[in-house]
């Protein structure tokens, strides 16, 4: 039985074709047992592929095509990586179901236009990168604020060769869960120490990621923070005042 509908497919076609320059693949590993949502990861991403003639499935064995698996750095399973000839590190462990799968679709989009929707002077900051930045996005697909920290996440790997961004989905991997003491998602975990709650705003995202990598002090990250808490608030001030 299909998971999309007819409506849901029919929006996806549309969607892709009016989207879609470069030819995208969705590179997924997976294995028989031992694995609770690998059926339905492949089933979901078979459909998906199957809209477009610029989106490839590919399927690899967890356990047996290991060398494949350990050349794209996946150590757990369901994975999929979206990539066009370029792997620009996005990765999606767990099914990407719920509002998770809006990441999936926009994904595919970022990769096959090879760029993303981040301001100049993100761009500009990425730039200053010298090492290896990891960061992982730990959701449940029930989450309605997950889906923007994982976009930009990956929207970021996709901006800088040094960025790899995970989705985690927090269910189907409890041990990491608990390892990065999640106790509400959205959390954001950069370089196993910095960490971010909620689905920050990109200047507060990116300044989090700079601080991690050692670029910025954790008292200039305060700053963006209490600037942002300060235009929100601004913000608020102003619809309430109309409201009078």
């Known amino acids: 039985m299909p998971l999309l509908s007819d409506k ?20 997924y ?18 459909e998906v592929a199957d809209l477009s003639d610029k989106i490839t499935l590919e399927v690899f064995n967890f356990i047996t095509d ?26 999606f462990f767990g099914i990407p179901s719920g509002y998770e799968f809006t990441s999936l679709i926009e994904d595919i989009v970022d990769v096959s236009k090879g760029k993303s929707d981040l301001s100049e002077k993100t761009l500009q900051a990425l730039k200053g990168l010298k090492e290896p ?16 920290a994982v976009r930009m996440g ?17 269910v189907e991997f409890p041990h990491l869960a608990n390892k990065y003491q999640v106790y509400g998602v959205p959390r954001t975990v950069i370089n196993e ?12 995202f990116v300044a989090k990621v700079l601080q991690a ?8 990250v305060d700053k963006v923070q209490a600037d942002y808490n300060a235009q929100v608030e601004k913000v608020q001030a102003d619809q309430e005042g109309k409201q009078k």
């Open 8 to 27: 849901d497919r029919k929006f996806l076609e549309d969607h892709f074709r009016k989207n879609l320059q470069s030819p995208v693949t969705l590179t």
């Open 193 to 204: 120490e910095t960490h971010l709650e909620g689905a920050a705003p990109e200047p507060l």
């Open 66 to 91: 290991k060398e494949v698996a350990e050349q794209y750095g996946i150590d757990k399973i369901p994975a999929t990586i979206v990539r066009s000839d370029k792997d620009y590190g996005i990765r």
């Open 154 to 170: 990956h929207s970021l790997a996709v901006a800088s060769d040094k960025i790899r961004a995970d989705m985690i989905e927090s």
């Open 29 to 46: 590993f997976t294995q028989t047992i031992a694995c609770q949502y690998c059926k339905e990861t492949e089933q979901i991403l078979q």
């Open 133 to 148: 930045v990891h960061i992982q996005v730990f959701v449940t697909p029930t989450c309605p604020y997950c889906p923007a």
């Open 213 to 220: 990598a050692g670029l910025l002090s954790e008292e200039a």
